[in-house]
Nanobody, 121 residues
Framework: QVQLVESGGGLVQPGGSLRLSCAASGSIFSITAMGWYRQGPGLQRDLVARIRGESSPSYADSAKGRFTISRDNAKNTVYLQMNSLKPEDTAVYYC???????????????WGQGTQVTVSS
């Protein structure tokens, strides 16, 4: 079993910052990729940022220049630093990870429970 536990959401004023964290635990042999998605009210779940292996991170256009994704491999943790937040960033943010449970096993997709980010004055 694998668990992804998110933290760091909350209420922030426009222009403010938040840092989300997501820690993976359980039967982890290797983590192929980790990322963040978000889902606003009545909208689909969309990619915000993703980091895969040693490749450069990828970002949604809406996140470029404002958000930074990083990863601590020793802690199996991914972070999302969000600056210059806007009301349209309001959403539930979900952590995603592709994790293999053993040698030769294909990675499976795992999701966190979601953390609410509200940007409002």
């Amino acid at each position: 079993q694998v668990q992804l536990v998110e933290s760091g959401g909350g209420l922030v004023q426009p222009g403010g910052s938040l840092r989300l964290s997501c820690a993976a635990s359980g039967s982890i042999f290797s983590i192929t990729a980790m990322g963040w998605y978000r889902q606003g009210p009545g909208l689909q779940r969309d990619l915000v940022a993703r980091i895969r292996g040693e490749s450069s991170p990828s970002y949604a256009d809406s996140a470029k220049g404002r958000f930074t994704i990083s990863r601590d491999n020793a802690k199996n943790t991914v972070y999302l630093q969000m600056n210059s937040l806007k009301p349209e960033d309001t959403a539930v943010y979900y952590c995603n990870a592709q994790i293999s449970g053993g040698w030769g096993r294909l990675p499976s997709d795992y999701w966190g429970q979601g953390t609410q980010v509200t940007v409002s004055s």
